[in-house]
């Protein structure tokens, strides 16, 4: 799978999302990201495995705490992803407000009155 495609997986659950969330605030142990969540620990870890093997948060090694923290790469590939077709969609509407302004100069040459609704 690509990095994209795994970034994307990985983001599909709002669990998930909600603990790339609890990251930005900086790192945390596993049992702090468990906390909000009605799961048990294994399920919270299996949760971890795929944002780890998606490569958007890392754990670390302190003593016996392994605190989790963002990883913001793969995060920047599906921003860049998207901004493509954020510009996409603008372009298109920027030529949509073009047609419209071409249209009301129209009427107003042509003198007709707009219907009322």
């Not at 049992?31 to 093997?53: C, N």
């Not at 920047?76 to 009301?104: C, N, P, T």
């Amino acid at each position: 799978m690509d990095q994209l495609s795994a970034t994307f997986a990985a983001l599909a659950d709002p669990t998930r999302r909600a603990i790339l969330a609890r990251l930005t605030g900086g790192e945390a142990s596993v049992t702090a990201l468990a906390e909000p969540f009605d799961m048990s620990m294994p399920a919270i870890s299996k949760h971890l495995k795929v944002l780890e093997r998606a490569g958007l948060i890392a754990r670390s090694r302190e003593a016996q705490w392994r605190p989790c923290h963002l990883e913001p790469g793969p995060l920047k590939e599906v921003a860049d992803w998207i901004e493509h077709y954020r510009e996409f969609w603008e372009q298109s509407f920027d030529r949509l407000d073009a047609y419209l302004r071409e249209l009301k100069k129209k009427e107003k040459k042509h003198g007709r009155k707009q219907r009322k609704q």
